[in-house]
């Protein structure tokens, strides 16, 4: 927030608890989440939503951002390429993510 931020990024698994304690942080503090979330293979594709259980109902209920990345996807651009394109993108639509 001192850095002018009014957004944030993490990483995990689907069902990550830091990713969960950061949306609902960020919710406390007025900002926006936005949640770069792991999920085998064979589970997402276009059709498959990762459903409302756990932390992914929490992660919603606070109005957390969930972009789905497959566990390949993850291997093959690591997590640190995957958390800048993000935050590239935001920045073009003329967020401030930290």
Known sequence: IKQ?????????????????????????LGLESYLILRQA??????????GLCGNLLINRLVGANL???????????????????LADQLTEQGKKPY
């Open 67 to 85: 972009r789905m990345v497959s566990k390949s996807e993850y291997v093959k651009n690591g997590q640190f390429k995957l958390v800048s394109t």
């Open 4 to 28: 002018g931020a009014d957004s944030v990024i993490t990483i995990g698994g689907v069902q990550s608890n830091h990713c969960r304690a950061t949306a609902c942080a960020a919710a406390k």
């Open 41 to 50: 293979d064979d589970k997402l594709n276009d059709s498959v939503d990762p």
